[in-house]
């Protein structure tokens, strides 16, 4: 599987952004797409994920009630919508998929190149 991210830019905190993931192929169902961020000197970070079949979602504590994962099956993408964007969140994101849940960037076995996301304070 192939992964395409794109979406990333500069905000301003409080604003809002959506991040794109397309895959080249469909996931199956039982795999699960996540969403990983790594800042500066830091280590890769879990962010959010989605089962691609039913749908169940799982988020960091840092983001969650601001960041929305969904997937739209007809197009193969799987989107993180940000919106209360801090400034800590600034990070390269990256999309990955992997064959079960998991929040360790390890257990992860496709990804996506990563698309910057700036929050300026």
């Known amino acids: 599987v192939q992964l395409q991210a794109s979406g990333g830019g500069l905000v301003q905190a409080g604003g809002s952004l959506r991040l794109s993931c397309a895959a080249s192929?469909?996931?199956?169902?039982?795999?699960?797409m996540g969403w990983f961020r790594q800042a500066p000197g830091k280590e890769r970070e879990f962010v959010a994920a989605?089962?691609?079949?039913?749908?169940?979602?799982y988020y960091a504590d840092s983001v969650k009630g601001r960041f929305t994962v969904s997937r739209d099956k007809s197009k193969n993408t799987a989107y993180l919508q940000m919106n209360s964007l801090k400034p800590e969140d600034t990070a390269d994101y990256y999309c990955?998929?992997?064959?079960?849940?998991?929040?360790?960037?390890?257990?992860?076995?496709?990804w996506g190149q990563g698309t910057q996301v700036t929050v300026s304070s």
């Open positions: 990955a998929v992997g064959y079960r849940y998991g929040s360790s960037w390890n257990e992860y076995e496709y």
């Open positions: 192929e469909r996931p199956y169902s039982s795999y699960v």
């Open positions: 989605i089962r691609w079949g039913g749908g169940s979602t």
